[in-house]
T-cell receptor, first 112, second 112 residues
Framework: DAGVTQSPTHLIKTRGQQVTLRCSPKSGHDTVSWYQQALGQGPQFIFQYYEEEERQRGNFPDRFSGHQFPNYSSELNVNALLLGDSALYLC???????????FGQGTRLTVV | GENVGLHLPTLSVQEGDNSIINCAYSNSASDYFIWYKQESGKGPQFIIDIRSNMDKRQGQRVTVLLNKTVKHLSLQIAATQPGDSAVYFCAENRQAGTALIFGKGTTLSVSS
């Protein structure tokens, strides 16, 4: 079992650009959540997807959007990147009805 | 992540000592609490969880205590090892399966 996998591992983008991050959940998991972790801080919830729909959203602007595919994998899209979007983006998956969330290693996004 | 916080940003212990990491939460309606360990360059790793109807839960070398009266959560690590060096986060889940709310973390350093 590969666990939660994220790609790419590192990414550098220019301010104003758009970025797409990808996540494959742990086998058997159908619920995917995304978190943003700034340096030295705890992860902040962005949104959660289940059955290809956004089910819960944190306090993030509309520049942050996502998608879940029929195979449960997910994408996080960020438009009009700001320097403050530089962070580690984490994907977590779990089984619907389960409580334990498994995290991927994250994508380190740097906006210059 | 302002509702779940930690008392100390750093904790230094000697190998073999017992470590206690503390966390305060503000929402008495929270149902589920989790401790995560995050090593450098990795995503958070589940350590142990506890539901609000419990006061104590034990795992392998770890114990979580929940004091609902003062809204306090602690993680005890027995016989701390150098491999335990990491950042530890407590997280709050107001309803199982919904967004995790993380605190800022405590960096545990274990010296030999």
């Amino acid at each position: 079992d590969a666990g939660v996998t994220q790609s790419p591992t590192h990414l550098i983008k220019t301010r104003g650009q758009q970025v797409t991050l990808r996540c494959s959940p742990k086998s058997g998991h159908d619920t995917v959540s995304w978190y943003q972790q700034a340096l030295g801080q705890g992860p902040q919830f962005i949104f959660q997807y289940y059955e290809e729909e956004e089910r819960q959203r944190g306090n993030f602007p509309d520049r942050f959007s996502g998608h879940q595919f029929p195979n449960y994998s997910s994408e996080l899209n960020v438009n009009a990147l700001l320097l403050g979007d530089s962070a580690l983006y984490l994907c977590a998956s779990r089984q619907e009805g389960g409580t334990e969330a498994f995290f991927g290693q994250g994508t380190r996004l740097t906006v210059v | 992540g302002e509702n779940v916080g930690l008392h100390l940003p750093t904790l230094s212990v000697q190998e073999g000592d017992n470590s206690i990491i503390n966390c305060a939460y503000s929402n008495s309606a929270s149902d589920y609490f989790i401790w995560y360990k995050q090593e450098s360059g990795k995503g958070p790793q589940f350590i142990i969880d506890i539901r609000s109807n419990m006061d104590k839960r034990q795992g392998q070398r770890v114990t979580v205590l929940l004091n609902k009266t003062v809204k306090h959560l602690s993680l005890q690590i027995a016989a701390t090892q150098p491999g335990d060096s990491a950042v530890y986060f407590c997280a709050e889940n107001r309803q199982a399966g919904t967004a995790l709310i993380f605190g800022k973390g405590t960096t545990l350093s274990v010296s030999s």
